[in-house]
């Protein structure tokens, strides 16, 4: 016997989660680009279904969200049965691990793939299996060839964090055959809003027609990242589940309020996603010279890489542009520590941010 609880031995295989710095030099207010929230805040239309909700805080909220998911299922045409809500994706994420993963099993993973899939991997006792990238992009052949007998789930985001690369639906659909059908795929498609790519699809015909497919998505980019609603979009059988281990009321009345308010304001989406794309090329295009290249992306950030010549480092980047209040991500917790992301913001800040970069030499 020990003489105190012993955690879950996965648990401690976690690594501590190493949050990106939020401060400027004393006395600059900070700008922040480093948590690809959006630079327009919320619609309005959410906002004002928050504070009304403002005199409903004794009430539980409905358990079943069903409005949010009847509104869901409106917008994007889908079956409102086979909507779920959580907590942010995070949550769904980690439901979806605790349901397919037992200590033992394998979640594979791409190399530059999103930090919290081996999070909720360890999380549930399983094994995080990396297959490494191409050029940071998932490779879909080195996807299929990491899938074992041991495979429960496999996580893809696409458009992927932090790289902005994408697959594309021909890819989706290869890396989709190559899977055992007892392997769940969980597309990630936490950016769908900002994806303007013609051969880009978010795999709801793949849900549709198998059993082994779930669609996730989320609030958190496109203005409401502190109200944390995530929804996900599965087979029957899945939801059967999904509803036996969620908590009853696991999104708070306001947020559920406010996200159906935000999901119907698809001319405030519209908006978000015009802005992005005006000055997500601005950046591709400005942040190019012989020591930093920038990436194309289909998110609402970019991944700017770096020399490693000392002066023209991530590092050096990065403290420049801390020190003029611009916060970015530095990448080194996600192996890459030679780059940074940097969230689209408003355009005075990029113009700032272009200017500022193209002026360190
Ligand atoms: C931001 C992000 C999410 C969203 O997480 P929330 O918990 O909904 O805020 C999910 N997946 C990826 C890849 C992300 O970048």
Redesign the pocket.
Known sequence: MTDRPEVNPSIMEIAAYVPGKSKAAPGIEPIKLSA?ESPLGASPKAEEAYRYHAHNLAIYPDGSAMELRTAIGEVYGLDPNRIGVGS????L?HLIAQLYIEAGDEAVMSQYG?L?YPIVTRGAGGTPVFASETDLKTDVDAMLAAVSEKTKVVYL?NP??PTGSYLTADELDRLHAGLPKNVLLVI?A??AEYVDAADYKLGIDLVNNNENVVM?R????IGL?NL???WLYGPAHFMDVFHRLRGPFNVNGAALAAAQAAVRDVEFTAKLKTHNKRLRDYLVSELQSNWYRTRPSQGNFVLTEFSEEEGRTAKDAFETLLGEGLVVREMASYGLPHALRISIGHEKDMKKLVQILQSMN
């Open positions: 690809n942010g994706s995070d949550e994420l999103f919290v985001a992927n964090n990630d936490a950016y996730t989320t609030f958190s980019k990242a944390r609603v995530g």
